[in-house]
């Protein structure tokens, strides 16, 4: 692995089912995001963390939760999906804060 | 909390003409500013960022230009190629209650080059 991964690259996913979208990184960068992308509204931030063992809430948290076990890993659960979750995920992650963030390749969920 | 406005939403020019974009943001606290580009179907990549201590900066053909006072930054691309086709996002961080910041960002510019 070089850089950040996530999976799968896409998903199809019946509302009311439990999704755990991965993501994972090799940079041992200490701060991780998680964003969902959707036409027309940018790039907004579900939740983050700054450092392994503690997350925090962005601008859409609701239905999403997160964590941060170790460095590399972190993880997105919709525990009960529903059609407006329906977007583009995409992961990121920054040495610290107010440094360049990598983005992985993105993950397209669809919920029907 | 910081809200970032993105102007035009999309933008065409012919190979050759510079680009211009524009964002405002509302955080008179925010210090970081950066630029990603997202090539369609690819993930964003930063192309240039600037700080709250410098008024501009350039690498190449793309150049950033911050206003303070007014809380705008711009994004200028001179010699646009067809390469450059894409849609751009600027950013602004954004202290959380955590105190750490993340950044919140515009809604996206499309860019068309056109031969």
């Known amino acids: 692995i070089a850089g950040i991964t996530q999976a799968p690259t896409s998903q199809i996913l019946a509302a009311g089912r439990r999704m755990t979208l991965r993501c994972t990184q090799d940079?041992?960068?200490?701060?991780m995001y998680w964003y969902r992308q959707d036409l027309g509204l940018g790039l907004r931030l579900i939740h983050y963390?700054?450092?392994?063992?503690?997350?925090g809430k962005g601008e859409v948290p609701d239905g999403y939760s997160v964590s941060r076990a170790n460095t590399d890993d972190f993880p997105l659960t919709l525990a009960s999906a529903v059609p407006s979750q329906t977007s583009v995920y995409f992961c990121?992650?920054?040495?610290?804060?107010?440094?360049?963030?990598?983005f992985g390749q993105g993950t397209r969920l669809t919920v029907v | 909390g910081e809200n970032v406005e993105q102007h035009p939403s999309t933008l065409s020019v012919q190979e050759g003409d510079s680009a211009v974009i524009k964002c405002t943001y509302s955080?008179?606290?925010?210090?970081?500013f950066p630029w990603y580009k997202q090539e369609l179907g690819k993930r964003p990549q930063l192309i240039i960022d600037?700080?709250?201590?410098?008024g501009e900066k350039k690498d190449q053909r793309i150049a950033v230009t911050l206003n303070k006072t007014a809380k705008h930054f711009s994004l200028h691309i001179t010699e646009t190629q067809p390469e450059d086709s894409a849609v751009y996002f600027c950013?602004?961080?954004?202290?959380?209650?955590?105190?750490?910041?993340?950044?919140?960002f515009g809604k996206g510019t499309m860019l068309l080059v056109s031969p």
């Open positions: 600037i700080r709250s201590n410098v």
């Open positions: 990121a992650s920054s040495a610290q804060e107010n440094t360049e963030a990598f």
């Open positions: 955080d008179s606290a925010s210090n970081y």
């Open positions: 950013a602004a961080s954004r202290r959380m209650n955590s105190g750490y910041s993340t950044l919140t």
């Open positions: 940079m041992r960068h200490n701060a």
């Open positions: 963390s700054n450092t392994a063992g503690t997350t």
